[in-house]
């Protein structure tokens, strides 16, 4: 079993993101809402003010962690998502880590179709 991590700083490509992910068979995941490192210093830490001027764009990254047998997961969903014109390995884009998971307890839900 593996932890599959996705760190998507582009928004625009999560719906995409997610259809990626039911098709390469990753259902058991959570999404929850992130703020990068540099935006945080830029507007929390008083010492890194002058690091907003170079920012741009949203506050807020997609952070999406699952659980998969696969452990070519990540390379998947970038190859599909190239398919479509989304890359993934762009600069700013995500972050994709898979990590060998040594112990994993409990079933997850099934995504039931409607």
């Known amino acids: 079993m593996f932890l599959f991590l996705l ?13 990626g992910l ?3 068979g990753i259902e058991d995941a959570v999404l929850m809402d992130t703020e990068p490192l540099d935006k945080a210093l830029a507007y929390r830490v008083p010492i890194f003010a002058g690091v907003r001027f170079g920012l ?19 390379e998947e969903l970038v ?8 890359d993934l390995e762009d600069k700013g884009v995500s972050r994709i880590i898979t990590i060998k998971a040594e112990s994993v307890i409990g079933k ?3 995504i039931e179709e409607i």
């Open 108 to 110: 997850p839900n099934e």
């Open 79 to 86: 190859a599909m998502l190239k398919e479509v014109d989304i």
């Open 7 to 19: 760190i998507l700083h582009n928004e625009e490509y999560l719906e995409d993101v997610l259809s």
């Open 22 to 24: 039911i098709e390469i």
């Open 56 to 74: 741009s764009g949203k506050s807020i990254s997609k952070f999406i962690i699952a659980t998969t047998y696969n452990p070519n997961a990540g």
